[in-house]
């Protein structure tokens, strides 16, 4: 087991430099997408999850497939690509955006001062456990974060990342801290919860969590598993296979794009 705050700080000096004052981030692509209606996504190099059913995991940790951008390059890539292809939404993906902060706002800011919306796509560990982190996001009102539950209780979440389970609470303090700070929950930031795994039971105790903080937060985004041809490679070596809830790449319902 591992713990998923210590390895963010040595993940971070990895994916992570400085250079002429400003915090530079490692990045696999650039890319439009048919998520969220269509959304202009950049896929960050570098994760404080080792989950074992991860798309990403041909890159997520691999600093070898990466490329170094500032904040503004990242920005002003992401924005130009919007505007060509007519979409309001831009996101970071891939692996965890968090880890390098001043990165992450840099691009936020920007990308929000030119009028689009920026879709945080995060685990929520490290929100969970900086308030302050959470506050500091908190005053973008173009930003709407989407935090993503790797399992649906701690015993899930250990058996699905092989972090300690007790860091799976975090995840429901990035909510509680968000909320607090002033994010609409069910607008601004909400919920989404990979159930490839999942008891019909833990389910409901995790709505009821998610109750507990707000009941706007029991609108979930639940993730299945996509049978991509990598990741059922990664399924069957880590035992993971077969998933309980999937579909197909060709066949995702129009209810989860």
Same mark, same amino acid.
């Given at each position: 087991?591992y =713990?998923?705050?210590?390895? @963010?700080?040595?993940?971070?000096?990895?994916?992570?430099?400085?250079?002429n004052?400003?915090?530079?981030r490692?990045?696999?692509?650039?890319?439009?997408?048919?998520?969220?209606?269509?959304?202009?996504?950049?896929?960050?190099?570098?994760?404080?999850?080792?989950?074992?059913?991860?798309?990403?995991?041909?890159?997520?940790?691999?600093?070898?497939?990466?490329?170094?951008? =500032?904040?503004?390059?990242?920005?002003?890539?992401?924005?130009y690509?919007?505007?060509?292809?007519?979409?309001?939404?831009?996101?970071?993906?891939?692996?965890?955006?968090?880890?390098?902060?001043?990165?992450?706002?840099?691009?936020?800011?920007?990308?929000? =001062?030119?009028?689009?919306?920026f879709?945080?796509?995060?685990?929520?560990?490290?929100?969970? #456990?900086?308030?302050?982190?959470?506050?500091?996001?908190?005053?973008? @009102?173009?930003?709407?974060?989407?935090?993503?539950?790797?399992?649906?209780?701690?015993?899930?979440?250990?058996?699905?990342?092989? #972090?300690?389970?007790? #860091?799976?609470?975090?995840?429901?303090?990035?909510?509680?801290?968000?909320?607090?700070?002033?994010?609409?929950?069910?607008?601004?930031?909400?919920?989404?919860?990979?159930?490839?795994?999942?008891k =019909?039971?833990?389910?409901?105790?995790?709505?009821?969590?998610?109750?507990?903080?707000?009941? #706007?937060?029991?609108?979930?985004?639940?993730?299945?598993?996509i049978?991509?041809?990598?990741?059922?490679?990664?399924?069957?070596?880590?035992?993971?296979?077969?998933?309980?809830?999937?579909?197909?790449?060709?066949?995702?319902?129009?209810?989860?794009?």
């Open positions: 087991m =713990d998923p705050l210590e390895l @963010s700080k040595r993940i971070y000096k990895v994916v992570s430099r400085t250079k004052n400003l915090e530079e490692l990045y696999f692509r650039f890319r439009r997408d048919r998520w969220y209606g269509g959304i202009i996504s950049a896929d960050v190099i570098g994760c404080n999850l080792v989950c074992r059913f991860c798309w990403a995991w041909y890159f997520r940790n691999n600093p070898w497939k990466g490329r170094w951008h =500032d904040p503004f390059r990242v920005a002003e890539k992401l924005t690509m919007a505007g060509k292809y007519g979409l309001r939404f831009i996101r970071l993906t891939g692996a965890e955006p968090t880890i390098t902060r001043k990165h992450l706002i840099d691009v936020i800011e920007y990308v929000t =001062d030119h009028g689009y919306y879709i945080l796509e995060t685990n929520g560990i490290l929100l969970g #456990a900086y308030p302050d982190y959470a506050e500091e996001l908190s005053k973008y @009102s173009k930003l709407i974060v989407r935090v993503s539950f790797k399992g649906v209780t701690p015993n899930e979440f250990q058996y699905l990342t092989g #972090a300690k389970k007790d #860091a799976w609470y975090l995840q429901l303090s990035a909510l509680e801290n968000l909320i607090e700070h002033g994010m609409r929950p069910g607008e601004q930031v909400y919920p989404a919860a990979m159930i490839g795994w999942s =019909d039971q833990d389910i409901e105790w995790f709505l009821e969590k998610l109750r507990a903080i707000h009941p #706007a937060l029991m609108e979930v985004d639940w993730e299945y598993v049978l991509y041809r990598h990741v059922v490679k990664l399924l069957r070596k880590t035992g993971l296979w077969p998933p309980r809830r999937y579909v197909y790449p060709g066949k995702i319902p129009e209810e989860m794009i």
